[in-house]
């Protein structure tokens, strides 16, 4: 079929496209959205040949217009907060985001998806089942999976019984869900302090004295197990190096302390801490642990307390290094 005769611009477009998919760097239709790739395959579907001077013009006609563009933009809220990128607040483009969703400019389900765990969970808790059914049915398979293992087993039952009702749903009805979904989760209590308490106690009792965590771990224990259990957790001190700090950081971390500072760490005496001792030896080339090993030796016995504030310093050199995104510490197990 011969295209000299006039083509639609959605035609042109194929064209355009056709050629540059013979370019594999640089171009990518994942870029255009789905009703556009759908109208692009379409067009080229009922396209075969294209002579050389049809192509021709048709490429002069799009570097015209390219030449006349000034400037361009998405036209819609997730293009733009692409663009914007980390230039706007998080709670800027979270607002942002929320008014897209509630004006029917976007996709309500993408802003539930990105929710906080406890904001799934507490949905999950307390909207009507056949909501929920819907939430977990959209959101993807391990959110939904946590948010399903969180419930009780009566109401598991029932959110899984109203999910095998949920395949002939509407998109309409999707939609107003996740804009339900939206409005619940904004109604949801908002703590001042967005770090959970128990991590921040935890990250207080790093720097405390080891009788002085033992003590108020035991009367949290005494008074709140879980909450004690979830300090316990946050808690990071120098006996946990070996089990939350990757071998190959321990070079890294090492040069971040002073060495007399880190001659009195390395001279712990409680097994713990003498095993935490050994395992940033061990993973120091030999030429730098033996230069240790006879600074140690040197040194001979320092006081319990010293040691312990040099084993503090040695966390907040830790410390430092993570929040500079240099190093990240092992997630213990959840059992442990």
Do not use: Y
Request: glycine share 6%; charged share 25%; net charge negative.
């Amino acid at each position: 079929m011969n295209m000299q005769v006039a083509l639609s611009q959605r035609q042109k477009a194929a064209v355009i496209v056709r050629l540059l998919l013979d370019d594999d760097e640089g171009f990518g239709l994942d870029r255009l959205d789905s009703d556009s790739q759908t109208l692009l395959a379409e067009a080229m579907a009922g396209m075969e040949l294209v002579d050389r001077r049809t192509r021709d013009a048709i490429i002069d006609e799009f570097c015209d217009d390219l030449e006349a563009v000034g400037v361009t933009f998405p036209g819609d809220i997730d293009g733009t907060l692409r663009i914007l990128g980390e230039k706007l607040s998080l709670d800027s483009t979270d607002r942002l985001r929320r008014l897209a969703a509630m004006t029917g400019r976007g996709d309500p389900w993408a802003r539930v998806s990105a929710l906080p765990k406890e904001a799934i969970l507490a949905l999950a808790a307390q909207e009507p089942v056949e909501i929920v059914a819907l939430m977990l049915s959209k959101l993807p398979v391990g959110r939904a999976s946590e948010a399903f293992t969180s419930l009780e087993l009566d109401r598991a039952q029932a959110v899984a019984q109203a999910m095998s009702m949920t395949g002939g749903v509407s998109a309409q009805v999707l939609h107003r869900v996740g804009l339900i979904l939206l409005q619940s989760a904004d109604a949801l209590p908002k703590p001042a302090i967005d770090t959970p308490a128990a991590d921040r106690v935890g990250a207080i009792l790093n720097f405390a004295s080891a009788d002085l965590r033992d003590s108020v771990l035991e009367s949290l224990e005494n008074a709140d197990q879980a909450f004690a259990g979830g300090v316990r957790k946050a808690i990071f001190i120098f006996a946990h190096i070996p089990a939350r700090i990757l071998p190959r950081d321990v070079p890294r971390i090492l040069r971040e302390v002073e060495q007399p500072v880190l001659i009195r760490a390395l001279l712990a005496q409680e097994e713990d801490n003498a095993a935490a001792a050994q395992f940033l030896l061990s993973n120091l080339s030999q030429r730098m642990a033996d230069g240790l090993r006879e600074e140690m030796e040197a040194a001979g016995k320092v006081s319990a307390r010293d040691s312990e504030e040099a084993m503090t310093e040695v966390i907040a050199a830790i410390r430092r290094l993570e929040e500079a995104g240099e190093l990240a510490l092992i997630v213990p197990d959840a059992e442990e």
